[in-house]
């Protein structure tokens, strides 16, 4: 490692070594909640396009909070959380391309 790496190395260590427990605790509870919140949407009868729009954007939210405070990403260098949105970002795309036009063909023709 050379110098910069070192010195980038030892900025993210000292930052985290100050989380506290307390922090994490918070993050455990809210992702309880909206856990609990959407377990019981699903037993709702809701039109599915609504309960589906609700669950992905609490979905979203907890994979956020996920990534950002037990993955530490939150404390990553700009770069790193670079990577790691493009390579979100291809999935999704990829998954546009290949996952959901099978997935509407088997909704609209049935499964042969």
């Not at 992905?56 to 670079?82: P, Q, T, V």
């Amino acid at each position: 490692m050379d110098a910069t790496q070192i010195a980038i190395a030892e900025r993210v260590a000292e930052e985290q070594r100050h989380h506290k427990k307390a922090q994490f605790l918070w993050v455990w509870a809210a992702l309880l909640v909206m856990t609990g919140i959407e377990v019981y949407l699903t037993y709702q009868n809701m039109a599915p396009p609504r309960m589906l729009t609700i669950l992905m954007g609490l979905s979203l939210i907890k994979a956020a909070l996920i990534i950002g405070f037990f993955m530490h990403l939150r404390y990553e260098i700009s770069r790193m959380k670079w990577i790691t949105m493009c390579s979100v970002v291809a999935c999704l795309i990829l998954m546009t391309i290949f996952f959901f036009p099978d997935a509407h063909r088997i909704i609209t023709l049935g499964v042969k």
